[in-house]
């Protein structure tokens, strides 16, 4: 450690699920420095939606042995979050490693403070972790800063950055559609006052409405294929700002029931009449070639076309939308 090179690193687990490391330290003591540090810092996760909650844990390695202290400061609108699990956590290992301490975390402040008591046999690189543990949250979009530093010197991987985004999409109603768009969707969340924009996947939404109070909005889908997140901008969020999607909108395929009639002369020119679901927006082809006329109903349950000209024999009916297609068989007579 003494004027070494210091290489660390740390894999985190919380409920089994492995957490982002923030930032893997490799770094020198600097001349003179006193040889101790605070080594790294992780949040889980690094990014939140607005009023969301990420918890930081600070790991402090005490090079002497005796009292210290630590502080970690928040910054750009990150605050410790009402009801946090403040928490310390230290090597115990009597004989050998132990420290003990305590942690301060009110919330809504931008500071926590912790203690620290050291009791190592032998002073040695990693070898006596002290853990602070706190959660943070911000209640509006952009870049927070959590920095510490202890009394003893510390250098490492602090400060790092958690981002809050928002507002949060957590339903829709209804979630499927056809693949030519055109659903009515209620989207429900937060914020969503003062709304620019609500996206499906990449394509935006027609006709947005927020409701009075801004949990709930309405818009018109665009035309897609499979499963989208619905996200939401508002001007606290700046253009092209992605939010947090926790629910998704699904483009459904079409489907082709039957064909009638089934069958008709090769010179074509008969109308023919297709049943299905989410046939909204679909083109037909017969035998490679396509159809005429094509007019689908609202619901989207059937369609008329004229059918082309075709040699003798069965022919593929191929019933396409922005979403999918479907078949079915039509045959030629001569």
Known sequence: ?????????????????????????????????????????????????????????????????????????????????????????????????????????????????????????????????????????????????????????????????????????????????????????TVIGSGFTGATSVDFGTSPATHVKVAKGGNSLTAVAPPGSGTQDVTVTTPADGPGVPQPATDTFTYLAPIVTSISPSSGPVTGGKKVTILGADLQGATVTIAGTPAAGVKVNKAGTSLKAEVPVGPAGQAAVVVTTPSGSATTIYTYTS
């Open 1 to 185: 450690m003494f004027g070494g090179k210091l290489v660390r690193i740390v894999a985190v687990v919380f409920a089994g699920v492995a957490a982002t490391l923030v930032s893997a330290v490799a770094a020198s003591a600097p001349a003179g420095a006193v040889p101790s540090e605070l080594l790294w810092g992780y949040a889980s996760p690094s990014s939140i939606p607005v009023s969301g909650v990420s918890q930081v844990v600070m790991r402090f390695y005490p090079y002497v042995n005796g009292a210290s202290s630590v502080s970690v400061s928040l910054s750009g609108g990150l605050v410790v979050a009402a009801g946090s699990d403040a928490s310390f956590s230290g090597s115990d290992d009597p004989g050998i490693s132990v420290c003990t301490g305590t942690i301060t975390a009110t919330p809504g402040s931008d500071s926590v403070t912790g203690t620290a008591m050291s009791d190592q046999t032998v002073i040695a690189q990693g070898l006596t972790e002290c853990d602070y543990t706190f959660d943070v949250t911000a209640d509006a979009p952009g870049t927070g800063i959590v920095s510490a530093s202890s009394s003893l010197g510390s250098y490492g991987n602090s400060p790092f950055d958690i981002t809050t985004s928002g507002p949060p999409v957590t339903g829709l109603s209804p979630a499927t559609g056809p693949g030519a768009g055109g659903t009515k969707v």
